[in-house]
């Protein structure tokens, strides 16, 4: 794998070197990151870069800045790789942030402009951003029935405790070496996952338990990617009844306007969203815990509701209006005023089961 | 440890229907949590709450809610520890919410009424939060050379490739087995845990890192306490250069106000700040990496070394003058500049080597 985008910076390099051999201006073509070029796919039903490139070259004064931060971290990213280490963006930023020789003039002065070259970087070698070695967040943990190899190390899923397995911010090199789980259970929040580690729903209803807190990180969404692609499992999320959680669930399934360009590594087109619906609140008696909606919530909603994948989504948009009506959220936490493990014994058995959840 | 609270508890029970069956007023006393019943224990070094306390009756306008409020999270807390499960603050509210029959009253309707009721109940029966079963939140991972009992598993910290171990909430049913370490290394940031981490740290230096994401959780500090007091280990924290990096270690360090009931419980008076330093600034050359102070800056320096565990130590008060002075702070990650392992190669072991703390 790290030989692969070695190889891919390398063609990078060489294709420069040959430019300034023939006397042509130094330049790379670049697939334009802009909500111009990002379609919705659907026949995929995932967020897509489209065709248009530009042109970076070397004698541009609008360019040159940029074509130097772009080669300046293609080198660190080189570096890291042919050493084997990984670095966070924050890393990159500082090592990219050298004085040019004989000038006050550093390569990159805020890391808004080492993250873009990476991005770039991204797009040009077709490697994405944790093959080249540069690590995002590190959030989460998972259970289940799952042995995996990584770093050197054998991994049971299955005898980690109440802590559970700390997940990576990049699992490029992990290796899956027994995955025995029917489905897995994706869900925002830590605390429902400590209810269901606790409860070892994993084990009961055999299938894998992974949670971030809030958004989940880039590590994460590709785990439950390769789980979705590789193992045909399906991925199930749980979040709370509010714009935001089903923004979550939108970023996972269908990818988001940033990333579009690496889609076909993050997005779960197979996701199915289970609750809480609006659906879940009436039938177990739950507006008593309404958390009335703010301006912002009514603006976000109405946002999510314009997205291609769920304007003309008869289901989702009848859980919209249900909310708007009701002017009020509620989290997946209510459910524990129908008892601690209600969500264990009862609410996820029966959803599943009765195959209750949104597309 | 679950006997022993609900035994607390139904010592609190027994004394109420004494109360009831003698006529008298139901009342329990509880020691006053505010800012005129915290004291600084020199002694110790440590936040600790007065010996002030107030009474709280059942026949009483002003008191009966929250009367009523304490007796009944109460009950969800001793019904926990009978049923060996574990919740979070957020479900302790929900389980709470109930309406009283035949009335329009709910028992609580915000959370902080229910948290409240928890802090009162540590108090009264000084079994605090996670011996009664409730869980704070869960964050961070660890790796060393530990081995570690939880839920029935056996784990090993030094065996969990590049993701380690997932910090539970609640670490007070966790039973160490194997210690072999000579210190601790606590971080405030995921991204230096995973560069100290693929350098194997913990194995070149024989310690543990441990790290979280911001403040450390309550799980995060009662681990680090153990290891402080059972193995005698040496605490060593890891932060930015700035306010907020100090606070954190503060906050280990010497407890925190809201949490002044249970200082002797979390905090750690042995803990060393390791970095990064003013000193380190300058012997490292790490200037040209400054971030300029905000005003919100300035006024946290200035809270922070109005401490009374720092307004008298000179090394303390140096450092925050130079901070002052250069009116910037500087990130931990900035030592990357020098290298992406010089943190682990060169900075921490001379560091360490060198004994160059601030106490």
Not at 29 to 55: C, E, H, M
Not at 255 to 265: C, M
Not at 273 to 281: R, V, W
Request: hydrophobic share 40%.
């Amino acid at each position: 794998m790290a030989g692969e985008a070695v190889k891919k910076l390398d063609n990078l390099g060489k294709k420069l070197v040959k430019d300034i051999e023939e006397e042509k201006n130094p330049s790379m073509t670049i697939p334009l990151r802009a909500l111009s070029n990002v379609v919705f796919d659907r026949q995929d039903r995932t967020l897509r870069i489209g065709d248009k490139t530009f042109v970076r070259s070397f004698f541009n004064v609008a360019h040159a800045r940029k074509f130097l931060q772009t080669v300046e971290v293609g080198a660190i990213s080189k570096d890291l790789l042919n050493n084997n280490k990984h670095a966070s963006l924050r890393d990159v930023f500082y090592m990219a942030k050298r004085t040019i020789p004989n000038t006050k003039i550093n390569v990159v002065d805020e890391q808004q402009e080492s993250d873009n070259a990476v991005e770039d970087l991204e797009m040009i070698t077709g490697s994405w951003r944790e093959q080249l070695h540069i690590n995002a967040n590190k959030l989460g943990a998972v259970a289940g029935n799952v042995v995996v190899e990584d770093a050197g190390d054998t991994i049971d899923w299955s005898k980690l405790g109440s802590g559970g397995w700390s997940i990576p911010s990049n699992i490029e090199e992990l290796k899956f070496k027994k995955v025995d789980a029917k489905y897995v259970i994706y869900m925002e929040k830590a605390a429902v996952w400590e209810r269901l580690n606790e409860d070892k729903v994993w084990k009961k209803l055999n299938c894998i338990i992974i949670s971030s807190q809030g958004q989940a990180t880039r590590g994460i969404r590709r785990m439950l990617q390769i789980l979705s692609t590789q193992y045909k499992l399906p991925i199930y999320v749980l979040t709370d009844f509010d714009p935001w959680g089903i923004y979550i669930y939108s970023v996972l399934k269908f990818g988001s306007i940033n990333l579009a360009h690496i889609s076909d590594r993050l997005s779960i087109p197979n996701a199915k969203f289970l609750g809480i619906t609006a659906d879940d609140i009436e039938k177990y008696d739950l507006k008593k815990h309404f958390i009335n909606f703010k301006d912002v919530d009514f603006s976000r909603l109405d946002q999510i509701g314009s997205y291609d994948w769920f304007k003309n989504n008869k289901d989702w948009q009848r859980q919209f209006k249900m909310m708007k009506d009701w002017k009020a959220k509620a989290e997946i936490q209510a459910l524990s005023a129908r008892g601690i493990s209600f969500i264990s014994d009862k609410y996820l058995p029966d959803k599943i089961k009765n195959e209750d959840w949104l597309d």
